[in-house]
C-alpha cells in the first residue's frame, strides 16, 4: 500500500438552524472545547467548530435536522468519573450501555439530541 491513515482531522454533527448558542455553551463552557474561527469562505453557513488536540468537531447547521440518534463520536476522558460528575453538575443527563471489557463508559445528548459517547480505558 502507498497510502497510509494519519489520524481523523474532525467529527461533524448537525443542528438546527440557530444552534450556535447552545452549541457554544455545550461544547466550550461544559465539556471545554476551545471554539476556532471556522474558515471564511464557511462562515455564512451557521454552525461552529470546536478543538480538542489535533481534532475538531463541526457542528453544521442541517436545513431538515434530525438528530443521530445511533451514529456517534466517541471521546477518550482521563478522569472519566470526575467529568461525568461535571457533567451532571452542568445538568447533562448521563446514560450507561452495555459495558466493554476495559473501558468505563457512558453517553450523553447534545442539546440538538445527537448521541456522544465519553470513554476511558482500564
Known amino acids: 500500500m502507498k497510502f497510509e491513515y494519519m489520524g481523523i482531522d474532525h467529527i461533524q454533527l ?22 476556532v474561527q471556522k474558515p471564511e469562505s464557511l462562515q455564512g453557513r451557521g454552525g461552529c467548530w ?9 457542528i453544521g447547521v442541517e436545513e431538515d ?3 443521530a440518534k ?7 476522558i482521563g478522569n472519566i468519573e470526575d467529568f461525568r460528575l461535571h457533567l451532571e ?5 448521563t446514560k450507561e450501555d452495555a459495558p466493554i471489557d476495559g473501558r468505563a463508559r457512558f453517553f450523553v445528548n447534545d442539546p440538538f439530541g445527537n448521541r456522544v459517547e465519553f470513554l476511558e480505558y482500564k
Open 89 to 93: 453538575g452542568n445538568g447533562i443527563k
Open 14 to 35: 448537525a443542528a438546527p438552524k440557530g444552534c450556535e448558542e447552545e452549541a457554544r455553551k455545550f461544547w466550550g463552557e461544559i465539556v471545554g472545547l476551545t471554539e
Open 50 to 58: 470546536f478543538q480538542y488536540g489535533n481534532q475538531q468537531i463541526h
Open 70 to 76: 445511533k451514529a456517534h463520536p466517541a471521546f477518550v
Open 65 to 67: 435536522f434530525l438528530p
